[in-house]
């Protein structure tokens, strides 16, 4: 089999993946999603939630851990009953947890094959989108800042679950390009699928799938996917490549629905350094 036809081949089975929505995780993936799904349930209890987080290790680990930084425990008692832990750091930061330990596992176990470094770019770009989605709709929208920071969590969802399959077919892509040329075609509808099957909210899944419209429409209250568009933009033209290099005249309608000109966005930068700081801690 040709290299055309072995591509070929790959893209049928992505099809076929995408189609019965038979999409394929790591267990451990599947598990933290689960968990992250009951915790939107109206009338979980602590007691609850903490069973259901004890079964996945890697989850209760980072629970435990987080409950005992500065940042959320004041005190000089260490914790080490979950129950104490979720209550102390309540619903909304344990379904972030969840997500985000879900997707490094994604990221974790192509750690012996060549695709790592991919994927720990994708994770750290993740990780800061996420944190400037919280930051941005905290700032600028009555959006939910958490909401937001999932959204751009989850924004490169559909990289993540490409990569995680191209390492199956070592030596399938003739050049990185190549690969990349797949995974700009595929991502969004692959991320529509994963979004669709861990029946995670309908905005959620909108901003994932349009934030790289270029003809996002001017809107007089700024969406979510205004949002996730914004802080995906920021990220890389202010925070990769350095300070308003870009031309602020020309601007995306996303930065204009949240009306970040020049001078606020520097503002907002400067002053919630920290706070995304404080975020990618509870999130990495």
Known sequence: MNQRESEFEFIKGLSVELSSR???FPTSLKTTMKIRHALDEP???I?????IISAEPV??????????TPMFNRSDKKIDELKIAVKLLGFAVVRNVAISV??????????NTGKSDQMEGLWTRSMRVAALSFVVAKRCTKLSPDKAMVA???????????????YQYQGLFSSELALWDLIDQWHVDIGAAILASWEVSTDIQTAVMERNRPDLPRTERPTLTDVVAAADFLDVNFVKKGEAEFDWESIPNSLRNLHLDKEKTETMMQETRQEIAHILRVIA
């Open 102 to 111: 879900g997707m490094k596992q994604l990221k974790d176990q192509q750690a």
């Open 43 to 45: 009338t979980i209890t």
């Open 22 to 24: 038979n999409l394929v």
């Open 47 to 51: 007691d609850q939630v903490a069973r």
């Open 152 to 166: 751009g969590l989850l924004h490169d969802i559909g990289k993540f679950y490409i990569l995680s399959r191209a």
């Open 59 to 68: 989850l209760s680990a980072q629970v435990l851990m987080l409950s005992n």
